[in-house]
Structures are given as C-alpha cells and as structure tokens.
C-alpha cells in the first residue's frame, strides 16, 4: 500500500507540474507565436475543457476499463501532449493538443482520488495530504525551473521535462506490483457483470440550494485562482521592475507557501470548524488580492503574493468537506460535481482575463480577480444559510420519527 501511496504522490507531482507549466512560460510562449494574452487565456480553457472531460469521464472509463488501465491511459494522453507542446508546433495545433492535456491531468487527479478513497484503509486523510502536498511541490517546482529556463533562454525546456516525467511515471504503472492491491486496481470482467443494477440515489430537495452554491463556489475559486497563477507573472512584468524570469519565478513564493499552509490547514480546518476556516481565509486571501492591486513594489508585491498562498491552501480540500458533510450518503456524486465545477470556472475564467488584460492591462485584471474572490464570500454567506435550513429540516425528521414510535 505504501508504495502505491507513493506512486501516487509522483503522480500529483507531475500534474501539479502539469497544471502550471503553461501559465509559467506563458510570456515568452506568446512572444514566440506573436499572439496576445486572450490567446494564451484560449490555450489555458482548452486546457481545463479537456480537464472537465477528464474529471467527468473517469467514472465511466474505469468501469470499462479498470482503474489501473484509466491511469495509464491519462498519463499516456498528458505525456502525448506535452511531447507535442514540445515540438512548438503551429498554434492552431497547440490549441489542438491542450485538451488533450487536461484530459490526462484531470483523470489522473480524478482516478487517483478514488483510489485512495477506497483501497486506503488506515490514514486515509493523511494519505490525501501527502497527494495534495505533492501536488503542490509540483506547482511549487515548475515555475522554479521555467525562470531558470528563460534565464538561460531555454524556456521551450519546460515541456520536454513535463513529458519526460508523465512518461515515466506512466511506465511504473504500467509495469510496477502493488501486492494485493493489484487486483482491486485491475479490470475484473465478471465482477462488473455480476454486480446488481442499483437504483441511483437522488438529492434531498433541502439538498440543492447547498449544493448549488457549492457548484457555484468551487468554479469561481478555481477559475480565480488559475487565472492568478497563469497571469501572475505578466501581470508583475507590467506592474514592477523585475525581470522576466524573476516574474516566471514569483509563482514559486505562491505555490511554496500553499504547499507550507496544506501541512497545517486540515488541523486549523478541525479545530476552528469547516465554515470559520473557509470565511476567515476566503476573506483575508481577497485582502492580500486587493493590497497586489494597490501596491507596485516588487517587494511588497512578493509579500502578497506570499500570504495568498498561504491564506488560500486549504479553501480547496475544506470546502469539499463542509459541503460533502451537509450531503451525507452521496459522497462520490457530489465531489465529482463540485471537482467538474472547478473545472468549468478553470476553463472559462482564465479566457476572460486574458481578453482583460490585453484590454485594461494588469491593474484591471487583479482588480477583477479581486471581485471574483469577494464573491465568494458572498456565496459562503448563502451556504451557510442553506445549511442551517438543511438542520431544520433534518430535526422536523427527527421530531416526526420520535412521534411515529
């Protein structure tokens, strides 16, 4: 178990790695092709369409084909991409291979989710921080090796290396034993046929409005915060005096301090409550927002930056926790649903503010990321409304059933 644990976490390192490379070396990237930001903003959604469809999709390949087959599958698809990235082929067929891309991030992410979830007996929330913090890692390295590339103007290098790992990383499952786990990852024919259609289980009508807004909350996170990574270091490039690979560097103060922050924030999350934690970060993480708007420092532009990532680490993980604890019994559903939500706003989000900064330039697109952000806020205070009816509800139950017996 432990090393399919582990085999794990160098999965979610290089999707982690995978998630962020184009936003890394998003400026010389466009520079080459001579195309503008909304272009690269087409490049990222194609990106997360093909995540959406991989997320979405998971559950039907793995039915079909088993869960260590989907695993190779997706990894084969990220690593086919990104080779293809790599040849800086004509744009049209960059945009082409980019779903292609997320396709194999978002079923890795998906897939691996499940197993872990499943097969993962004792420590399983331990074993889903080391995947979230090795995900960061991955996040946290890219941006490290893209500024040393284009330092070295290199910067094509970024994918060769992302292709290099997602190959590898498809060959040890494809080749690697994980003891008994082995059949339970693996494709069992008989066991699919024999297995009894079961009537699927529906929402409570109290149900749906939490779960709306949740819909709701997670596209708009993701969707803010992959345009805030992608766009991070063009937007410092015209807002500060740092160069071009110290801008592409910057994503590693962000990514550096979430990956420090998802140590700590399961621990925060559960003494304070899920709600408390989710409000007081989502809030403070618009402040550091709204202070990189008003500052042009380098310097205090790093701080911000800094504590964003601290302040917005756990709002992912949390989130799906609070929502999923008001839904009890639908588990599965709803994390796929709140998961392909982040990918709607991940995919649609970071197009317009592309078109944002070719149009109003950096001062205008963290002023519009720092609007996204404080609707969340907003969104939470409907949550929080809509599970305070679903406990109504649930004790008018209660107080029925005493009243039957």
């Known amino acids: 178990m432990n090393r399919l644990i582990w085999l794990g976490c160098l999965s979610y ?122 995900f960061g890692i991955g996040a946290l390295v890219m941006p490290i090796l893209a500024g040393l590339l284009i330092r070295a103007d290199v910067w094509q290098m970024a994918f060769p290396i992302v292709t290099a790992l997602s190959g590898i990383t498809m060959l040890l499952w494809l080749t690697m034993s994980f003891g008994k786990v082995d059949e339970l990852i693996a494709y069992r024919a008989a066991a699919a046929a024999d297995r009894p259609a079961l009537k699927p289980a529906r929402y409570a009508p109290a149900a749906w409005p939490l779960l709306l807004a949740g819909t709701l909350y997670f596209a708009l996170y993701v969707g803010m915060e992959m345009s805030y990574s992608n766009y991070l270091p063009a937007i410092l490039l015209e807002r500060t005096d740092m160069s071009e690979a110290a801008a592409s560097a910057s994503l590693s103060v962000f990514w550096g301090l979430m990956v420090v922050g998802r140590m700590f924030a399961g621990r925060i999350a559960d003494r304070s409550g899920y709600f408390r934690y989710l409000l007081i970060s989502t809030a403070a993480g618009t402040g550091m927002l709204v202070m990189l708007a008003l500052t042009g420092s380098a310097g205090a532009s790093l701080l911000w930056i800094g504590l964003a990532g601290l302040l917005w680490s756990g709002v992912f993980a949390v989130a799906l926790l609070y929502v999923n604890q008001y839904i009890p019994g639908m588990t599965e559903r709803t994390t796929s649903l709140l998961i392909a939500s982040g990918g709607v706003g991940g995919a649609l989000l970071p197009r317009t503010t592309g078109w944002i900064m070719d149009h109003y330039g950096a001062v205008g697109t963290l002023w519009m990321i720092a609007a996204a952000a404080s609707l969340l806020i907003a969104l939470l205070g409907v949550m929080a409304l809509t599970v305070r009816s679903i406990r109504q509800s649930n004790m008018q139950h209660n107080v029925l059933d005493a009243g039957r017996h």
Request: charged share 10%.
């Open 13 to 134: 390192m290089v999707i982690g790695m995978a998630h962020v490379v184009a936003g890394a070396v998003l400026v010389p990237l466009i520079g080459a092709y001579g195309v503008e930001y909304g272009d690269g903003g087409q490049f990222i959604m194609n990106q997360f369409v093909g995540f959406l469809v991989g997320v979405l999709g998971a559950p039907l390949v793995t039915r079909r084909l088993g869960r260590r087959s989907a695993l190779i599958l997706a990894l084969s698809c990220l690593t086919v991409a990104e080779a293809a990235y790599s040849l800086l082929l004509p744009w049209g067929w960059m945009l082409a291979s980019a779903p292609l891309a997320g396709f194999g991030f978002g079923m890795t992410e998906a897939v691996l989710g499940a197993i872990i979830i499943e097969f993962v007996t004792d420590g399983k929330a331990s074993a889903m921080a080391k995947l979230e913090t090795f």
